[in-house]
């Protein structure tokens, strides 16, 4: 069967438009799927916390989210990287990142807006994966920083 | 004593303790809305503002960023509420996060926006108690004092509500 000349006819038209928007939305859902409550990039705040507080190893915490909400409150511990939507933000997330051994226990978090819109935990995981990191988590914040850590008792720290 | 005496003796008491339970309700209320802080801001085109002294207006404080999908989303939304209430003493003051002046002028320009913005700062965030997420949205009411504060995607029909009962209410 030659799929080119039944085209030309018209008579495939359809199926390979389907195709296309299978192959388009499919890794799209994907990438969506993998920031799910419950998916195994995410740690949620009281297994966090519970960790900071324990005399477990403790992970590097990095915040990927704007200074002005880290000044007044951030995880006690937590390195300020900025917001990793930005290329600067990024660069300084991989140029900080690029000496640590690729199996070190990493965990970013942000909380700057409601979960499903945060600009910066995505790119954010996205470059620490690509630069070969194998143990990173993403700090699952529903609502915000301040309802889902400070309001909660958490460890948390104010300034620069 | 009669039985009408006693009838008023127990209405008159009844009437007592209705009064003093509302008053008591009233003042536990008063003590848990925060008055707004008295803080002295600048819009974007020079004119100073000040939340707490708002001339006997209801005040709604956003604070939110242009970076903020969410945020940015529901200007539209506050922009119409300015268009629908500010006859009746309503004011919409909307206070930037993390946004250059540039971006935030170019934005104004872009939605429209009928009501003032401020760029903001860890001292303005600070004297609302803290905003550690966007958007988060106050109520200021007429008797200054903060009635209502959303952390998160604005909830517009509670919203809508609360602005109303304020406006109706006086306070």
């Known amino acids: ?160 | 004593m009669t039985r009408a005496t006693a009838a008023v003796i127990l209405l008159v008491g009844l009437a007592g303790a209705i009064f003093f339970a509302t008053r008591r309700q009233a003042a536990h209320k008063e003590a848990a809305d925060p008055p707004a802080p008295a803080i002295n801001l600048t819009d974007l085109s020079g004119q100073p503002i000040n939340p707490a002294n708002n001339e006997g207006k209801v005040v709604l404080v956003n604070f939110w960023a242009a970076w903020c999908t969410p945020c940015r989303d529901e200007i539209p939304q506050f922009v119409a509420l300015e268009e629908k209430y500010r006859a009746q003493g309503f004011q919409i003051v909307g206070i930037s996060m993390d946004d250059p002046e540039g971006t935030l002028r170019e934005f104004s320009r872009e939605y429209k926006v009928n009501y003032p913005l401020v760029m903001g700062n860890q001292g303005i965030a600070e004297k609302f108690g803290g905003v550690l997420g966007l958007p988060t949205t106050f109520l200021i009411g007429r008797d200054r004092r903060i009635h209502a504060k959303q952390v998160g995607a604005t909830d517009f029909p509670k919203l809508v509500q609360q602005i109303s009962e304020l406006l109706q209410a006086g306070r």
């Open chain 1, 1 to 160: 069967m030659n799929l080119f000349k039944l085209t030309r006819r018209g008579r495939y038209v359809p199926i390979l438009a389907a195709a296309t928007i299978l192959l388009i939305t499919v890794p799209l859902g994907a990438q969506t799927a993998e920031f799910q409550p419950g998916s195994p990039e995410l740690i949620r705040p009281e297994e966090l916390a519970k960790v900071l507080k324990s005399s477990a190893a403790k992970p590097i915490v990095f915040n990927v989210g704007p200074r002005l909400i880290y000044v007044q409150a951030h995880i006690r511990g937590a390195e300020f990287i900025g917001p990793t939507a930005k290329p600067e933000g990024l660069e300084k997330l991989r140029a900080r990142a690029a000496s640590l051994p690729r199996d070190s226990f990493l965990v970013i978090y942000c909380g700057c807006c409601p979960w499903e819109h945060c600009p910066n935990i995505r790119p954010a995981y996205k470059e620490l994966k690509q630069m070969g990191f194998t143990r990173v988590k993403v700090l699952y914040i529903g609502t915000s920083f301040g309802t889902d850590w400070v309001d909660k008792g958490y460890p948390a720290a104010k300034g620069e």
